[in-house]
């Protein structure tokens, strides 16, 4: 049976330091591994990439290595470690009578996600804890059930915050005065913002503009994820949106990240150049929707992520829902290494599901 | 104003309570006029309806990118139509419509409300029918057309006879037409079916419904390696239609494909069938891209969950091919989306036999002749397959569908002697 035990130096993975052959070496080394593990230990797994004839080629470059579709964790309960070695399972937000992803972490994929993560996101905040304010209210937080992929996000997050604060009133309108205490309290620090794309917009950025007000957040650094989706639907491009969160806030250092509840920890995050990069842990492909043939930079197609994390279920390589386009590697004008993509949107009619899956009207 | 519920032929124009009607977008007719005054089956006036909806959409350009609009339209001519009544109709029998017909149309197959309307009208009744709340380019052309002839001054007559209405789910709504409906045509499946049937109907209400169905398509290899290549070519033409045509998720696309014949001789057919098929699916077929991610989702399942699956092989996304190993116990389970094809390797067709029920409803053959096969269903004694049509016809609607004679089910024969 193979060796289900990670190797430890994956974490000390020189993060956004890799040249590409480097990275790929490893990076093909520990997805044969993956995909033997999950070969001997999952079942359907096994099943799956055996009866599609993934099999048959053997893995030679990253773009071999078997996919699952990410919305078959909506459908098969798929795991790769006995009933009793899992300590939590995640779920993703399922729109109204849909399944939601439901994913299976022993251990070792859940002290790995909080590594890499770490990892990650430390390269952009920096080392320290900072002060979060969040840009939510209270009651997402602590309910687990309604909003859980708000939950975990800002459950994951509060790990780089030392003194955590709610930007928001249960009725998801901002508190200024908390907002202004909180201020007064970090005056000259750092302070790490952290809320869903459409949330800090709609319900900060759109409601201090209606108010006719402005916070002075000049030292914040807003990390926000969740997708576009409901953003592109209103014309709101990226640019505009970091412009109006700087001229109501004052923060100036945004960074978007990409990822999905099925490969926590592994995200893509957006450099001060405005590309998303993919860290060490995980790469990026983009394939055509009629073949899923490895499409090259610049042509849009259904985006793939690689995790090196998902050791307790088989979600080492899936295809995401979303579209997207690769735009170099390893020549962002930022000077980290790796793949930088763009994001265009979600597949139309797909099912809504994941993080983008917040307030519905 | 009489009362709804036995209206009498004089008086027969039905009222609408304000909720009903306000719950209601009217797509075509006049509410106010609507009524339930019969006349005969096959009336000439109906018959000069259809065929002028027939002309309007031919003339239309927009529809010439729309093959089941065009499919339609080609049904609805006046020839086809009188070659339908001389097959079907028994002569010297009177037939009158039953009154109103509330039809519920599907929203897989977005043509069907036009052969329902057909159907209904040409029995005899007023029809009104509800289309699917999507909007779809073949409703929006056909209903076009329909109004358009409906307001030449000689098609008034069908005026009062039919209404054309799409409303959001509306339990009240259905619980309306329903209530003072002579006959109901459901199309939708098992679900849509049991909805309706919780709605309280006349005593003498008749109901003519779709439930799922199942269909599967037979080859003879030995007759695909004969074909000369013109000959392959429309083979593939044909599976392309009854595959492809609907997103294969019409009642009569077929999902199974059972080969019968020896393995070796299957394997060869297999590989000169296939290849030329994906050719022309290549050239054709423009699924969007959330359908084929669903397709291989699907493919994904089948793979972890059914045993009886050997492998899929897969020609890019345009088609799979899931091998059984066996057929079994419950082969009417295996269904594909946008080209996914079940195979099987039969010895005989009387293989199939054990596993056909009630569920089974078009067989598409190609390499047989039709006496081996109407033996082959007369000989079994099949609860189910109500169509055994060649290869490429798995889609023509017709006045004989799911082993209804709907015309004749939605009239009532008036015994003179």
């Not at chain 1, 983008?356 to 009207?361: F, G, H, I």
């Not at chain 2, 139509?81 to 039953?98: D, P």
């Not at chain 2, 056909?356 to 190609?366: A, C, D, K």
């Not at chain 2, 798995?394 to 008036?414: K, N, P």
Request: charged letters at 25%; glycine letters at 8%; a neutral charge.
């Amino acid at each position: 049976m193979p060796d289900s035990t990670y190797r430890p130096d994956v974490t000390a993975w020189p993060n956004f330091g890799w040249e590409r052959a480097a990275k790929d070496a490893a990076l093909l080394a520990e997805m044969r591994r993956l995909t033997n593990w999950h070969r001997s230990a999952c079942p359907p797994y096994r099943a799956i990439i055996e009866k599609l004839g993934f099999a048959d080629a053997g893995i030679e470059r990253l773009e071999d290595v078997p996919f699952l579709p990410v919305r078959l964790f909506k459908h098969l309960t798929l795991r790769s470690v006995p009933e009793d070695a899992i300590v939590k399972t995640m779920t993703s937000s399922g729109t109204s009578g849909q399944n939601p992803s439901r994913i299976y972490l022993d251990k070792v994929t859940a002290g790995l996600q909080v590594k890499v993560l770490a990892r990650i996101v430390t390269e952009f905040i920096g080392p320290k804890r900072l002060p979060m304010l969040v840009v939510d209210c209270k009651a997402t937080a602590s309910d687990r059930y309604r909003f859980s992929a708000r939950a975990a996000g800002i459950l994951g997050f509060s790990m780089f915050g030392s003194d955590i604060e709610y930007a928001l009133d249960d009725d998801m309108s901002p508190n200024m005065s908390r907002i202004q205490a909180f201020l007064e309290k970090h005056a000259g620090t750092d302070i790490l913002v952290f809320g869903f794309t459409l949330i800090v917009w709609r319900n900060l950025v759109l409601a201090l503009e209606e108010a006719g007000e402005t916070v002075g957040l000049q030292t914040g650094i807003l990390v926000h994820g969740g997708g576009w989706k409901q953003l592109l639907a209103q014309a709101v491009m990226p640019e505009e949106y970091r412009a109006r969160i700087a001229r109501a806030t004052g923060i100036t250092r945004i960074h978007n990240y990409y990822g999905m509840v099925e490969q926590t920890g592994s995200i893509l995050m957006e450099c001060e150049a405005g590309r998303l990069h993919a860290p060490a842990w995980s790469d990026v492909l983009i394939r055509a929707p009629v073949d899923f043939s490895p499409l090259p930079a610049g042509q849009p197609g259904l985006i793939q992520l690689l995790s090196v994390i998902p050791h307790s279920y088989p979600g080492h390589a899936l295809l995401s829902e979303d579209i997207g386009e690769m735009i170099g590697v390893d020549d962002c004008p930022c000077g980290r290494m790796g793949k930088t993509v763009k994001i265009h949107g979600r597949l139309e009619q797909a099912e809504i599901r994941g993080c983008s899956d917040t307030l519905t009207d | 104003m009489g009362a709804l519920s036995k209206p009498k032929s004089e008086d027969a124009v039905t009222l609408l309570p304000i909720d009903i009607e306000k719950a209601m977008q009217v797509l075509a007719g006049d509410p106010s006029r609507l009524n339930n005054r019969p006349v005969v089956a096959w009336d000439s006036e109906r018959v000069a309806f259809l065929s002028a909806v027939s002309k309007a959409i031919l003339a239309d350009p927009d529809a010439r990118k729309l093959p089941d609009a065009v499919t339609f339209a080609y049904w609805a001519r006046k020839g086809n139509l009188a070659a339908i009544e001389t097959r079907t109709r028994v002569a010297g029998r009177v037939s009158m419509g039953l009154g109103l017909v509330f039809h519920v149309s599907p929203s897989n197959a977005p043509v069907n409300f036009a052969f329902s309307m057909a159907f209904g009208l040409l029995a005899g009744n007023s029809c009104v029918i509800r289309l699917p709340s999507a909007e779809t380019a073949t409703a929006t052309i056909i209903v076009r057309a329909v109004r358009h002839v409906l307001a030449q001054p000689e098609h008034e007559g069908i005026r009062g006879a039919l209404l054309l209405v799409r409303y959001a789910r509306d339990d009240e709504v259905n619980r309306f037409w329903t209530g003072i409906a002579d006959g109901r045509v459901v199309w939708g499946g098992d679900e849509t079916v049991r909805q309706f049937r919780r709605y309280p109907a006349p005593p003498r209400a008749r109901e003519v419904s779709f439930a799922d169905r199942y269909s599967l398509c037979t080859l003879r290899p030995i007759a695909v390696l004969e074909l000369d290549d013109a000959g392959l070519k429309a083979l593939c033409s044909g599976l392309y239609n009854d595959i492809y045509l609907m997103d294969q998720a019409a009642c009569s696309s077929p999902q199974l494909v059972a080969w019968v014949g020896d393995a070796e001789t299957v394997g060869r057919a297999q590989d000169r069938l296939w290849p030329a098929l994906v050719s022309q699916v290549k050239e054709r077929y423009d699924a969007p891209p959330i359908r084929l991610m669903d397709k291989f989702v699907r493919a994904c399942e089948s793979a972890a969950t059914n045993a009886a699956v050997h492998h899929i092989q897969r020609h890019g996304n345009l088609l799979y091919r899931v091998a059984l190993e066996t057929l079994g116990p419950n082969p009417e389970r295996c269904r594909g989306i946008a080209g996914t094809v079940h195979e099987v390797v039969l010895t005989s067709l009387d293989d199939l036999a054990p596993f056909i029920n009630e569920i089974y409803q078009t067989l598409t053959y190609f390499g047989y002749g039709r006496e081996e096969l109407t033996t082959f269903v007369q000989r079994h004694g099949l609860r189910g397959i109500d169509r055994i049509v060649p290869v490429g016809r798995a889609l023509d609607m017709d006045v004989i569908w799911d082993g209804y004679e709907i015309v004749t089910g939605l009239s009532r024969t008036v015994d003179i002697r």
